[in-house]
């Protein structure tokens, strides 16, 4: 289940209500859904997007969304200092971002208007939707692993408009993972 962390706040929610509720009142969709048996870190693209295809479906009529994939990067993939060059500053799109984590982890920062960063570790079974025009940066894990299954709303994918803030300069590109301990002055939830 995902973490979510107010550095500017020092606080830190990981009950799923709690998550829910906070990025639902700053715009962000959060659910949490069940892995499927029948899909594992070695099933193919083809087979994960046949097998999650009635969510698929029920996203693609809420949201507008005409075409999905699956994302598998990891420590091996060609140029991925570059890609992630592209996602870790702040930016925003036109059109939402939508991500159902099937394997590995990734850490989301948005900057939503008038209210602090958060920042969002997102593992398998996390679904998330950063609406368009809202500003974030992603940062894979330690572990530089991410799977997910991507949404668009227009065929030929999304752009990033980079801000050039430097906010995201101000966070450290951190995953907590499970077992995190927050400081003993955090406001653990």
Same mark, same amino acid.
């Given at each position: 289940?995902?973490?979510? &962390?107010?550095?500017?706040?020092?606080?830190?929610?990981?009950?799923?209500?709690?998550?829910?509720?906070?990025?639902?009142?700053?715009?962000?969709?959060?659910?949490?859904?069940?892995?499927? $048996?029948?899909?594992? +870190?070695? +099933?193919?693209? $083809?087979?994960?997007?046949?097998?999650?295809? =009635?969510?698929?479906?029920?996203? =693609?009529?809420?949201? !507008?969304?005409?075409?999905?994939?699956?994302?598998?990067?990891?420590?091996?993939?060609? !140029?991925?200092?570059?890609?992630?060059?592209?996602?870790?500053?702040?930016?925003?799109?036109?059109?939402?971002?939508?991500?159902?984590?099937?394997? !590995?982890?990734?850490?989301?920062?948005?900057?939503?208007?008038?209210?602090?960063?958060? @920042?969002?570790?997102?593992? @398998?079974?996390?679904?998330? &939707?950063?609406?368009?025009?809202?500003?974030?940066?992603?940062?894979?894990?330690?572990?530089?692993?991410?799977?997910?299954?991507?949404?668009?709303?227009?065929?030929? !994918?999304?752009?990033?408009?980079?801000?050039?803030?430097?906010?995201? +300069?101000?966070?450290?590109?951190?995953?907590?993972?499970?077992?995190?301990?927050?400081?003993?002055? @955090?406001? @653990? =939830?």
């Amino acid at each position: 289940m995902a973490i979510l &962390r107010i550095p500017d706040e020092n606080r830190l929610l990981k009950g799923y209500n709690e998550i829910r509720n906070y990025l639902s009142n700053i715009g962000i969709d959060y659910e949490r859904w069940e892995p499927l $048996e029948d899909v594992s +870190t070695e +099933t193919s693209s $083809e087979k994960i997007l046949s097998a999650y295809a =009635k969510q698929i479906n029920e996203l =693609k009529t809420r949201g !507008g969304y005409v075409t999905a994939d699956v994302i598998d990067v990891n420590h091996n993939t060609p !140029g991925l200092d570059s890609m992630l060059a592209k996602f870790n500053i702040e930016h925003r799109h036109e059109e939402d971002e939508v991500r159902y984590i099937i394997d !590995g982890r990734g850490l989301f920062h948005v900057h939503p208007q008038n209210r602090p960063v958060v @920042a969002i570790e997102v593992e @398998a079974g996390d679904l998330i &939707r950063v609406p368009r025009g809202t500003l974030h940066w992603f940062d894979l894990c330690s572990d530089m692993r991410i799977r997910a299954i991507r949404l668009f709303q227009d065929t030929s !994918g999304w752009t990033p408009h980079y801000t050039h803030s430097g906010i995201d +300069t101000r966070y450290e590109p951190v995953c907590w993972g499970p077992r995190y301990i927050p400081p003993q002055n @955090a406001a @653990a =939830k």
